[in-house]
């Protein structure tokens, strides 16, 4: 079965880290593209972070640029998001996503989402 898991979200005060995991099964991370997305109370999806296997270059959305950044383990078919110096307009839902190649939507594969509250 192919499945995306993302975990290690939680309820942390401003100024505190976190990091996700998003645990891939039925094919392997490599080769693919992984990109985080976020979606706010109330607000549409956006995307945070996006790992690109053709050039390896690692995008990330300005509001998280120098706080967040994207790693991964192949061994253990897991991409992963550390977060740092939380702000409170990180608060959302945290949704991993991958695709062969490129940071280009569509997806093919996304997770259910963990959730992140950072309390000011």
């Known amino acids: 079965q192919v499945q995306l898991v993302e975990s290690g979200g939680g309820s942390v005060q401003a100024g505190g880290s976190l990091r996700l995991s998003c645990a891939a099964s039925g094919f392997s991370l490599d080769g693919y593209a992984v990109a985080w997305f976020r979606q706010a109370p109330g607000k549409d999806r956006q995307g945070v972070s996006c790992f690109s296997v053709v050039d390896n270059i690692t995008w990330y959305a300005d509001a998280v640029k120098g706080r967040f950044s994207m790693s991964r383990d192949l061994a253990k078919n897991t991409e992963y998001l550390q977060m740092d110096n939380l702000k409170p307009e990180d608060t959302a839902v945290y949704y991993c996503?991958?695709?062969?190649?490129?940071?280009?939507?569509?997806?093919?594969?996304w997770g259910q989402g963990t959730r992140v509250t950072v309390s000011s």
């Open positions: 996503a991958a695709k062969p190649d490129m940071c280009i939507i569509p997806y093919d594969y």
